[in-house]
């Protein structure tokens, strides 16, 4: 059997979303020596911490949560390096490429690790680095269909524009965007992985993400 190792952020009250979006309210609502079973209230936005994104995210009429099959969240991805980068710097093919050529067909899914996880739930988190759409696109034509970014989003936040190009390029293609995910210090280039969302039936849902490491 295959070690589990763990990339997801977990969920605590008042913790780091993207802007705008609903904070996170964790509280009890049942106690032990009240009710006798301890019970938590929890309130908090489809797109909380460690996530995915359906394509009804941003795509009228896209495809749900509902329709989204945990065959295409479970499989071989390829781990794509791209250290050092300035806050908002948007990097592109050359700084994909640099640690490496990329297969002229890659794995369904494809994970960026730009090391930004350290920044999750400090101001810097917002100012994170993004994907070139050209980039995403190139991704898209060998064969990437989830993209995982360790970021809020791998288009930039809260910039002058409100358009997110690389989720029109995946979403928009009916594929899916898997956001904040952490611990990828020392994967190797090439892993299994899962994505098992809350079953939700909107436009996205928490996610526990997990590495399959093999001894």
């Known amino acids: 059997m295959p070690k589990l190792r763990d990339l997801s952020h977990p969920i605590r009250d008042g913790m780091m979303v993207y802007p705008g979006d609903p904070h996170v309210a964790i509280s009890p609502a049942l106690s032990v020596e009240r009710d006798g079973v301890q019970v938590e209230r929890v309130d908090m936005g489809s797109h909380t911490g460690t996530h995915i994104d359906a394509p009804a995210h941003t795509v009228a009429g896209g495809r749900t949560m509902a329709e989204v099959t945990l065959d295409e969240l479970v499989g071989d991805a390829l781990v794509l390096r791209v250290p ?26 494809v994970i960026i690790d730009t090391g930004w996880a350290q920044w ?15 980039a995403a696109a190139e991704l898209w034509r060998r064969g990437m269909r989830v993209l995982a970014v360790d970021t809020l989003s791998p288009d930039e936040t809260g910039g002058s ?55």
């Open 84 to 109: 050092g980068l300035a806050d908002r710097q948007r990097y592109g093919w050359d700084d994909l490429a640099a640690a490496g050529q990329i297969p002229d067909a890659v794995p369904a899914i």
């Open 161 to 215: 524009s409100a358009e997110f190009p690389v989720h029109g390029i995946v979403l928009g293609g009916d594929g899916l965007i898997v956001e904040n995910i952490c611990g990828l210090a020392d994967l190797p280039a090439r892993v299994q992985v899962g994505f098992f969302p809350f079953k939700l039936q909107g436009d996205g849902a928490p996610v526990r993400a997990v590495v399959f490491e093999r001894e």
């Open 120 to 134: 999750f739930g400090q101001d810097r988190a917002t100012d994170h680095p993004h994907l070139h759409p050209d």
